[in-house]
């Protein structure tokens, strides 16, 4: 069963800092992973998906990479701001067709001004 | 844009209550998913319907039913409401087809007492 885990539970840094968001996985049999947002009392909202076959996928200030082969993706915000306080939560996809999708517990950011 | 509505947003019952929960999405997505999020773990699937006409079973499908009433609407059933089945509860919508992200509500948060 793949599982998904993302350290720490929690971070608060300065404005301005970047943010680097880690995400480990059991099972390198992914097709894709998943980058998420979720504020407070709202849904998930998608931010990044990498395909199995590309290290990295670049939005902005986001940049995801993958590492298939040692179960790790790594999201990076660049010049944070109070607006990026958010949950951040991975899911990984085995199929590709987002019916299995394994989602991490998250990591709560909040950014200080 | 509406995108994913859920209704209602908040719900208390009692043990053994019944409750239907409703989501519809005005995307012409083919593919729903239920979901439920709990404190200090990612989401976990309930049931999915992958195109009108069909459903299948998630990792945590017991205590819940489903019907894909058509192309935009596919509604979670709760029998008999237990206190376990406690949580904040996700719908969401995706194309049918490879790496598609999902889109989800807002959620609906249900108490059982």
């Known amino acids: 069963k793949q599982e998904v885990t993302q350290i720490p539970a929690a971070l608060s840094v300065p404005e301005g800092e970047n943010l680097v968001l880690n995400c480990s996985f059991t099972?390198?049999?992914?097709?894709?992973l998943q980058w998420f947002r979720q504020d407070p009392g709202k849904g998930l909202t998608s931010l990044l998906l990498?395909?199995?076959?590309?290290r990295e996928q670049t939005s902005g200030r986001l940049n995801a990479s993958l590492d298939k082969s040692s179960g790790r993706s790594t999201l990076y915000i660049a010049a944070s701001q109070p607006g990026d306080s958010a949950t951040y939560l991975c899911?990984?996809?085995?199929?590709?067709?987002?019916?299995?999708?394994?989602f991490g517990a998250g990591t709560t950011v909040t950014v200080r001004a | 844009n509406a995108g994913v509505t859920q209704t209602p947003k908040f719900q208390v019952l009692k043990t053994g209550q019944s409750m239907t929960l409703q989501c519809a999405q005005d995307?012409?997505?083919?593919?729903m998913y239920w979901y439920r999020q709990d404190p200090g773990m990612g989401l976990r699937l309930i049931y999915y319907?992958?195109?009108?006409?069909?459903?299948d079973k998630g990792e945590v499908p017991n205590g819940y039913n489903v019907s894909r009433l058509n192309k935009r609407e596919f509604s979670l059933r709760l029998e008999s409401a237990a206190p376990s089945q406690t949580s904040v509860y996700f719908c969401?919508?995706?194309?049918?087809?490879?790496?598609?992200?999902?889109?989800f509500g807002d959620g609906t948060r249900l108490s059982i007492l």
């Open positions: 899911a990984v996809d085995p199929s590709g067709n987002d019916y299995k999708l394994s």
């Open positions: 969401a919508s995706s194309e049918l087809a490879l790496n598609q992200p999902q889109h």
């Open positions: 990498i395909q199995s076959s590309q």
């Open positions: 995307m012409n997505h083919n593919s």
């Open positions: 319907s992958a195109s009108e006409g069909t459903t």
């Open positions: 099972d390198s049999a992914i097709y894709n």
